[in-house]
């Protein structure tokens, strides 16, 4: 009889349909986002950025990460964070509640292994900020392991196209753990690392002397595996220092704009973007109220105006990006184009799901 019950189960489970990405309406991006209520909002956007689904989240979010076949979404609070929610998008159900350790504190990003087996999370020991890189198993979201990430202050996380190599952003930032103060930017080393499948650093890249302040906070991957990163000056505000480079092992490059078009930007870089669409790169300012679009060799091609632009993806025409008043707009090689307004204040981010 007991064997019996479990075939009986097993023929059961196996029948039963795995709900996949098709389930939730096929979405093309994942946004956090505010509501003119205050409440804070997961939405999923169709490719034309009609809201799909929009779920709860009990603080502010900042990025999110999509598990590649499973409808799930984890939402990371915005730094220093107490929670990553997990969430079936399918049926808007909440699969799992992430807290991190004792002593350590989400950094607003993160991503899956290929097979999405296991999420990687970008962390900080709360007291001295050192990077940590969590590791849970996607089936149960139980912690497994945790690396160091080979710098001070990790922010964004990805995995490299046809590996399982990471690489991550070390800010190199350190802040006070309640009040995210900053604590060394005399001091601050930033650096671009590389750790393979078993959490060892295979590679690593600093900035120049000169550029130290220039903490590397997100990254974008090229299909040849060059690595675009974004930054944010803390140094003097009247040096227009570059704020994308490009990365493929050894010194990085850095792809510098001229003055005026530098200056538009304030120091700031708050998103990034690759678009194989038109092959080019972008890069935000919320503080500047800008986009800075670059060919994929990072030669400059254009400077965009466009209030509190922030979140951008690629899209099917170029780029997609979100502003903090409600807006959806089109980039392209011809410009700008405002395409839907919305009752929202976007985030940072908007995660492409393809």
Known sequence: ??????????????????????????????AAAKTHAGAY?????????????????????????AHPTRPHAVAFARRPGTFALVIDCATGTEQARLTPPAGRQFNGHGCFSADGSVLYTSEVVAETSEGR??????????????????????????????????????GGIATDP??????NLDTMRPNLTRLTAEGVIADQAELPGALAQNSIRHL?????????????????????????????????????????DAFVMQGYAGSI?????????????????????????????ATLRRADACGIAAGPGGFVLTDGNGV????TAEGLTPARRTELSWDNHLIALA
């Open 220 to 260: 974008a991957l090229l299909p040849d595996g060059t690595v675009a990163f974004a930054m944010q000056w803390e140094g003097d505000p009247a040096d227009p220092v570059p704020l994308l480079g490009l990365w493929s092992g050894g010194v990085p490059r850095l792809c510098p704009r001229d003055d005026a």
């Open 41 to 65: 909002v997961l939405q999923g956007l169709s490719a034309d950025g009609e809201t799909l689904f929009a779920l709860p989240l009990p603080a502010r979010g900042h990025a999110a990460t």
């Open 178 to 183: 309640a009040d995210r103060r900053k604590l």
């Open 133 to 170: 890189i969590g590791l849970w198993d996607s089936a149960s979201y139980t912690r497994l392991a945790e690396w160091p990430s080979g710098g001070i202050g990790p922010h964004d996380i990805k995995r490299l196209p046809l590996s399982e190599d990471l690489i991550i952003a070390n």
């Open 328 to 331: 959806i707009s089109q980039v």
């Open 273 to 301: 973007a690759y678009t194989p669409v038109i092959d080019d790169i972008a890069i935000t300012s919320p503080r500047g109220g800008a986009v800075q679009v670059f060919a994929r060799d990072g030669s400059p091609r």
């Open 1 to 30: 009889m007991q064997r019996r019950a479990f075939l009986a189960s097993l023929i059961a489970a196996t029948a039963t349909p795995r709900l996949t990405w098709a389930d939730a309406g096929s979405p093309a991006f994942l």
